[in-house]
């Protein structure tokens, strides 16, 4: 949204990564599946894996595992990682609208952009460099590198980094973890329906504001 002057009202925008600005969803789910299936564990259903986008791989592992002892832990962590390297050696698409939605939020001098995401340091890392997208941020934080979703610690670290209030920041997320960590500490959150999460999920962590699409949040934030 907008102020009275034309600039953006929040001084920082936070992006969650998959789901939210790349469309990883399918990528995601059949390396998991398969990394299952390597270690001989239950087949994992695509709803299963989809529930668990955007916590970091120890805590998604944990949840769709449940029981699992740290050997085979660490051998689906790395059969996933493997096969989730090899395929992102072909970027990621971004979903319609984000870069040009990004580039006009990056034309306001006064707003900061950031990424809090579920990914690796090293794997988002290595989707910034494929996508042509590291220096659209101004911070970023991942799950391995602080606490994992929905913890806030990582919104708290980026708010430090960037000396914004959570009053003037915004986070923009697909999943009830982006919701529930922005919410607990009192920020406005963006729920955009087109990720993982089905929108009732949503909506119990009342979002600012729904939207079906990127445009729509874009369009949200300039009034």
């Known amino acids: 949204m907008t102020s009275s002057t034309g600039e953006l009202r929040y001084r920082l925008v936070i992006f969650d990564w998959d789901g939210t600005l790349v469309d990883s969803e399918a990528r995601i789910v059949s390396c998991m599946q398969a990394a299952a299936e390597e270690i001989g564990w239950t087949p994992l259903s695509r709803e299963a894996v989809r529930d668990i986008i ?4 120890p805590e998604a592992i944990a949840r769709l595992c449940p029981g699992i002892d740290a050997r085979r832990a660490e051998a689906l962590r790395a059969g996933y990682a493997r096969r989730f390297v090899a395929a992102d050696q072909s970027p990621t698409p971004f979903f319609p609208g984000v870069e040009a939605g990004l580039g006009r939020l990056r034309r306001s001098p006064a707003t900061r952009l950031a990424v809090a995401t579920g990914k ?3 794997g988002l890392d290595r989707a910034l460099a494929t996508t042509g997208a590291g220096g659209w941020f101004h911070a970023t934080r991942t799950a391995d590198e602080t606490r994992s979703k929905p913890d806030p610690r ?3 670290e980026l708010l430090i980094e960037t000396g914004v209030a959570a009053s003037e920041a915004l986070m923009i997320g ?7 960590m922005a919410r607990s ?3 406005d959150r963006v729920a955009v329906t087109y990720g993982v999460h089905a929108p009732e999920r949503l909506a119990q962590c009342e979002p600012t504001f729904t939207a079906d699409d990127f445009a729509a949040v874009i369009d949200w ?3």
Request: no cysteine; charged share 25%; proline share 0%.
């Open 54 to 57: 955007g916590l970091g791989l």
């Open 120 to 122: 690796s340091r090293r």
């Open 154 to 156: 990582m919104l708290e």
């Open 174 to 180: 697909d999943t009830e973890y982006d919701m529930a």
């Open 185 to 187: 500490l009192g920020m």
């Open 221 to 223: 934030l300039h009034g």
